[in-house]
């Protein structure tokens, strides 16, 4: 009889991947701080990648107060001297760094890639791209989900297609304001004002802006193409703010969904859920889960934010988003495929205020990633 004691397995390598070139770069940085000081560092060996704003990959430091806000400041990943990338040696996945003029230098092998950017080039299906085709597990949904969630008129489209009711809107592109702003004065003085002018393809509401007349239009339109030639323009709708987490089934069961949240702003100098209010003004909103709602409308907002989970082919995590009016009509506003993911962010608020907590959130994710085979599925 041996009296050996059992070898203790190896900790799972979890690149950690944050910041970006959107102008989500420093939201992606705050997430990435909430994960590390979060994650089970005795079953997961975490390596921070930062992506820096020109979209150099660099090795950075995992000390949670550099990617922290700061009073005033807002983190940010600095280019540097040695170029990350993931490589495909030897049948697995390889962390590999680059110098000019010299070897490149192996740094072990990668199990699973947590890709906390938000935004293009990040949550857009572009990041998700590069690592299927190098055969490499990743927490959340896959290309054509995370491009369909990062897109505003696409997803419509979808929920459309799927029977969700989707609120009155249009899209712009760039030929139509360049050719004919005329024409697109016309068609949003047709859905009635006040109206949001959205770019289509941003998110933490970057470049949004409220528009109560014709004569406030075209500044909002080049607010907003600041941050994408691509506009959504929505009629505003009276309602309340009802938020849902979505979280991947295992195996072939179907998507589980918190209890809903309802978003109050408490700060009278947002007139709505703006950067600002989500990230640097602590205090301007509220969550209230679960929402005041009676329990039929509960059940009726859940089951509808499964089935926009599925209309886009979500994997992992998505936050759907609603309004609620008056009349109990529950309108479908947006799917976030990479939602804030700090432990004051709604997302895993709906979640701890369900029963599952943000150090087994984040577990539960990974898990869900690394046991989700590769290639099309």
């Given at each position: ?119 293009p080039w990040g949550e ?135 209890l809903p949240g309802e ?115």
């Amino acid at each position: 009889m041996s009296n050996e004691l059992p070898a203790t397995p190896a900790p799972i390598r979890v690149a950690l991947l944050f910041g970006g070139r959107s102008s989500e770069h420093a939201v992606s940085c705050v997430t990435a701080a909430g994960v590390l000081g979060a994650i089970d560092d005795s079953k997961y060996d975490v390596v921070p990648i930062g992506i820096a704003k020109n979209g150099q990959w660099v090795l950075v430091g995992n000390e949670i107060k550099n990617w922290s806000l700061t009073a005033g400041e807002l983190p940010e990943v600095k280019a540097g001297e040695r170029t990350l990338a993931l490589a495909h040696l030897r049948g697995s996945q390889q962390l590999v760094a680059s110098v000019a003029g010299e070897p490149l230098q192996e740094l072990g092998a990668v199990d699973v890639v947590f890709p906390l950017l938000h935004g293009p080039w990040g949550e857009d299906g572009t990041v998700q791209g590069v690592l299927e085709l190098g055969d490499t597990r990743y927490v959340g949904a896959g290309v054509l989900a995370s491009a369909l969630g990062m897109d505003k008129h696409f997803m419509k489209v979808v929920f459309a297609a799927a029977g969700l009711a989707v609120g009155p809107y249009i899209a712009v592109t760039d030929r139509q304001w360049s050719v004919d702003p005329e024409q697109v004065r016309q068609r949003v003085a047709a859905l009635g004002f006040p109206v949001f002018v959205k770019p289509a393809r941003a998110g933490s509401s970057m470049g949004i802006s409220r528009v109560d007349s014709l004569a406030g239009l075209d500044l909002a339109i080049a607010a907003a193409r600041e941050h994408d030639l691509k506009l959504v323009i929505e009629a505003a709708i009276v309602g309340r703010e009802i938020e849902v987490a979505v979280l991947q089934g295992r195996g072939h069961e179907g998507p589980r969904v918190s209890l809903p949240g309802e978003i109050a702003m408490v700060d009278s100098d947002h007139a709505f859920y703006d950067f600002e209010a989500k990230y640097v003004s602590g205090g301007a909103a509220s969550l209230s889960c679960p929402a005041d709602l009676p329990e039929a409308d509960l059940a009726r907002v859940r089951e509808q934010a499964a089935l926009a989970f599925d209309a886009v082919g979500a994997e992992g995590l998505s936050r759907v988003d609603f309004f609620y009016t008056a009349a109990g009509e529950v309108l479908i506003n947006e799917i976030n495929t990479m939602p804030g993911f700090t432990p004051s962010s709604m997302y895993p608020q709906m979640w701890a205020a369900t029963g599952l907590g943000y150090s087994e959130l984040i577990d539960e994710l990974l898990q869900l990633a690394l046991n989700r085979p590769v290639g099309l599925r």
